[in-house]
């Protein structure tokens, strides 16, 4: 980097401003002024002889070389602190706030794991968890609210990343009493005749279900619509009727009034992915944390 006359305060400015798409957010965090923390940015991009951020009256946006070179002065200065420090001690120094929009199931079923073992990991990182449906979270990782999602709608959205972490089927969930509780798998025709329970046309998980259910035959009438699939799990282990659910929304095993049974012909899943804004730089924490979750589902087994 000396050759072309930059260091590495340069270079913290400018991931710092990367990360937060915000040189007032930024210039507040490596605590410069915003005049201070511009002529930082101005000499690198001298210095490298291109733009490396697009700035708008309300925004910060980086370029096509930016992205790319953002990335490889986080790893620059990642690696330059880890050759100060062991590893623990740097995990264990490592410090901000991650925000995360996570469909309800998830956090549920999912998250207690990650979060349980990346808070022994980085003890001075925050996690901001903000339960969400899945339009609404995803809403929020493209306004900015958050810094990444969990979710399972975003994967055709031109401003967004999807990144698979886990598929689960949709499943039956009955109560232990109900008399499909005992059957080794149900076809959807086998559901005539109860009492079936649905979230919402205004649901996500709905717009799955009927997507992959266009056309089919004797599908099950609702006789109660809720809007949030752990409000049908509720009713379900109230004893008030049967109804079709992510995997991830019921307890993996040993409940003692719900069972999850196999449902074919036609099966149904749906596929859940870490979603972030095209292009951005997550922040230390952020990129942490993101790992950690893409790594637990990895390690997940829910397609049975």
């Known amino acids: 980097m000396a050759s072309i006359n930059t260091d590495l305060s340069d270079l913290r400015a400018f991931v710092a401003v990367a990360e937060r798409g915000n040189f007032s957010a930024a210039a507040l ?51 330059f602190d880890a050759s100060l420090l062991g590893a623990s001690e740097l995990s264990a120094r490592v410090a901000g706030e991650v925000t995360v929009a996570c469909v309800p199931s998830a956090v549920t079923h999912f998250l207690p794991e990650v979060l349980r073992d990346f808070h022994a990991r980085f003890p001075r990182i925050l996690i901001r968890v903000v ?3 899945a339009s609404d979270g995803l809403s929020s990782v493209i306004r900015r609210e958050a810094d990444f999602g969990l979710n399972y709608i975003g994967a055709q959205e031109p401003e967004v990343e999807f990144r698979p972490v886990l598929t689960e089927p949709f499943v039956v969930a009955c109560h232990h009493a109900h008399p499909l509780a005992s059957r080794s798998e149900l076809r959807w025709a086998d559901l005539a005749g109860h ?38 799990v509720s009713l379900v282990e109230a004893g008030v009727g049967i109804a079709v659910v992510p995997r991830l929304a019921l307890p993996r095993q040993g409940h003692p009034l719900l069972t999850a049974v196999t449902l074919v012909d036609p099966a149904v899943t749906r596929t859940i992915g870490l979603v972030s804004r095209r292009g951005q730089l997550l922040s230390t924490a952020a990129h942490q944390f993101y790992n950690a979750i893409l790594a637990r589902g990895e390690d997940a087994s829910l397609t049975g």
Request: glycine share 6%; net charge positive; hydrophobic share 40%.
């Open 29 to 79: 965090e490596i605590h410069l002024s915003q005049p201070a923390l511009s002529r930082r940015i101005a000499k690198l991009e001298g210095a490298l002889g291109v733009r490396l951020l697009e700035r708008t009256t309300r925004r910060v946006d980086l370029t096509a070389f930016g992205r790319n070179f953002a990335r490889r002065a986080r790893e620059l200065i990642n690696e």
């Open 131 to 133: 339960d969400q449906g």
């Open 195 to 232: 009492d079936y329970i649905s979230v919402a046309r205004a649901s996500g998980n709905r717009f799955v279900l009927d997507l992959a259910l266009a056309g089919a035959p004797e599908l099950p009438r609702p006789f109660c619509e809720v809007r949030h699939i752990m409000s049908v």
